[in-house]
């Protein structure tokens, strides 16, 4: 197949050089000084360093070149610029089908990916959601990975799936866009907490507790979204969460740790260097949860820690002290 990958970040770039072996591939870069660095150290030194980049794996920043004749557009970027990126393509005129990896809720809407490619790119089908437990280090490395593709269309989900599939790379299907994305996003902010606990010394047994509950919190809106709870116990729920929360490779738990050192956010967020998900996810599942009057104790403490200058510790610890209850999903 010929694919096009737009978003030359880490998660981008590991697909780009794990796909190249059986597929001809072009990764899109918006920024030019970054598309000098790939095309001049054929290494994405910005975003994933040490992994030289296959001479089969073609690089550019104009969106036009870049899918033109293409089977198959797979968008890696940011949540933030998904918008703009399928404004860009349809401004192209060219109309090919579409896989997205965004994790998140669009800033300031609280709209899921799916919802901004029905607004943008409605006309444009099949399309569907790449996600689940990885790390674009890993990925890049060709070890071992399972990932849920969804759409509601299921031949091109087979279809794409057979395609990218591989005994390194397993590409399980599903029709529970909306699960499989809500998965993806709240997992984000529980990992948070989790990094927020562990860097307070509070131990295994409150991790576990903040995974458990956590998933809880995932189902609760995923289910009043219209998700499925089969999918919050599969790769892109339970999965995804649980690595996140427990494996320093994790962007939102580094944010977690450094929160527990007193750290400010932005000084983390310019320390860290990319992009955290699960910071701007979390006020906007708050703002959901409110909305839909959804209980997400969780959510809601690592958003008073992130936006209103609540202290960490006192933080998890009022979230660990609250007052017991029957444990149930709604």
């Known amino acids: 197949m010929k694919i096009a990958i737009l978003g030359a970040g880490a998660w981008g770039t ?9 597929h001809q591939i072009t990764l899109w870069t918006k920024d030019p000084a970054h598309l000098s660095e790939l095309i001049s150290h054929r290494v994405n030194q910005s975003y994933l360093p040490g992994f030289p980049l296959p001479a089969s794996l073609q690089f550019t920043s ?34 090919v089908p579409m896989i997205w990896g965004c994790k998140g809720f669009e800033p300031r809407i609280a709209k899921l990916p799916h919802q901004i490619v029905q607004e943008e790119y409605i006309d444009i089908l099949p399309c569907g959601v790449l996600s689940g437990p990885s790390f674009a280090l890993e990925v890049a490395q060709s070890l071992p990975t399972a990932l849920t ?21 397993r590409i399980y299907t599903s029709q529970d ?13 529980i990992t948070i907490a989790a990094g927020i606990s562990d860097g307070l010394g509070f131990g ?3 991790r576990a507790a903040l995974i458990t509950r956590g998933l809880v919190e995932i189902a609760r809106l995923g289910l009043k979204l219209g998700g499925c709870m089969e999918t919050f116990m599969g790769l892109t729920g339970m999965g995804d969460l649980i690595l996140t929360c427990t494996s320093d490779l994790s962007r939102n738990r580094q944010v977690g ?18 992009v955290a998900e699960g910071v701007h996810t979390a006020k906007e599942a708050q703002r959901l949860a409110t909305e839909l009057n959804i209980e997400m104790p969780i959510t809601q403490a690592v958003c008073s820690i992130l936006y209103e200058n609540v202290p960490a510790k006192i933080a998890v610890e009022a979230l660990l002290n609250r007052e017991p209850k029957t444990e149930f999903i709604n």
């Not at 969106?63 to 349809?90: C, H, K, M, N, W």
């Not at 866009?177 to 902010?189: F, H, L, M, Q």
């Not at 740790?257 to 990319?274: F, Q, T, V, W, Y």
């Open 177 to 189: 866009i909306i699960g499989v994305e809500t998965g993806g996003a709240i997992k984000n902010v």
């Open 14 to 22: 590991a697909l780009a050089i794990n796909l190249s072996s059986r």
């Open 204 to 206: 295994h047994n409150a």
């Open 257 to 274: 740790l450094m929160l527990a050192e007193g750290r400010c956010l932005p000084d983390i967020l310019r320390n860290l260097g990319h």
């Open 149 to 169: 593709l969804a759409s509601r269309d299921d031949e091109f989900s087979r279809k794409i799936a057979t395609q990218l599939h591989n005994n390194r790379l």
């Open 62 to 95: 104009t969106l036009q070149y870049a899918i033109d004749s293409v089977d198959l557009i797979l968008v890696v970027v940011p949540i933030a610029g998904f918008r703009e990126t399928l404004r860009g393509v349809v401004k192209t005129g060219i109309k």
